[in-house]
């Protein structure tokens, strides 16, 4: 009798984690969504169990494309959130997927790429606009996210550019 039990249970639980919906309720089902990671400010409309929630997630966010070009402290960010720097550091990952740093670096190097592409400036007056303290800072990151060197990716850039306007 209680062998039967278990292996009943056994096959309501793989039937809740498969997603099969033999009398599961619905929350049970999103649960397993709910874990996916929003990668983008509006896509953040779901609660991420142990995440931030939208209105931090949406505030902090702004506050991040607002100062690019300042230093951005971990504290600032988790007072915007109101929370401690440890807690506001593991929800922004479960949030984000990547962690408060990487995600602030990821945006000065698109930040980056958009202002050489776009704009005439030297690369370490491009590095100052994106918060890097150098144009040797911007050089290193640049090559460890994207696999080249800035001035290289520029060049191309440059020529498509000019091919489009004339």
């Given at each position: 009798?209680?062998?039967?039990?278990?292996?009943?249970?056994?096959?309501?639980?793989?039937?809740?984690?498969?997603?099969?919906a033999?009398?599961?309720?619905?929350?049970?089902?999103?649960?397993?969504?709910?874990?996916?990671?929003?990668?983008?400010?509006?896509?953040?409309?779901?609660?991420?169990?142990g995440?931030?929630?939208?209105w931090?997630?949406?505030?902090?966010?702004?506050?991040?494309?607002?100062?690019?070009?300042?230093?951005?402290?971990?504290?600032?960010?988790?007072?915007?959130?109101?929370?401690?720097?440890s807690?506001?550091?593991?929800?922004?990952?479960?949030?984000?997927?990547?962690s408060?740093?990487?995600?602030?670096?990821?945006?000065?190097?698109?930040?980056?790429?958009?202002?050489?592409?776009k704009?005439?400036?030297?690369?370490?007056?491009?590095?100052?606009?994106?918060?890097?303290?150098?144009?040797?800072?911007?050089?290193k990151?640049?090559?460890?996210?994207?696999?080249?060197?800035?001035?290289?990716?520029?060049?191309?850039?440059?020529?498509?550019?000019?091919?489009?306007?004339?």
């Open positions: 009798m209680i062998g039967a039990a278990n292996i009943s249970s056994t096959t309501n639980t793989d039937a809740v984690n498969s997603g099969v033999t009398g599961v309720h619905p929350s049970a089902a999103d649960a397993s969504i709910a874990k996916i990671p929003a990668f983008f400010p509006d896509a953040s409309t779901e609660v991420v169990r995440g931030l929630a939208p931090q997630y949406k505030k902090v966010l702004k506050f991040i494309e607002d100062h690019l070009s300042e230093a951005i402290r971990i504290e600032e960010l988790a007072d915007l959130a109101r929370l401690s720097s807690h506001f550091s593991r929800a922004f990952r479960a949030t984000s997927g990547q408060p740093y990487d995600y602030v670096l990821g945006r000065r190097m698109a930040f980056a790429k958009h202002l050489m592409a704009t005439d400036a030297s690369l370490s007056e491009i590095a100052l606009d994106c918060g890097m303290s150098d144009q040797a800072h911007l050089c990151v640049f090559r460890r996210t994207f696999g080249t060197t800035p001035n290289a990716w520029r060049k191309p850039q440059r020529t498509q550019a000019k091919r489009t306007l004339h």
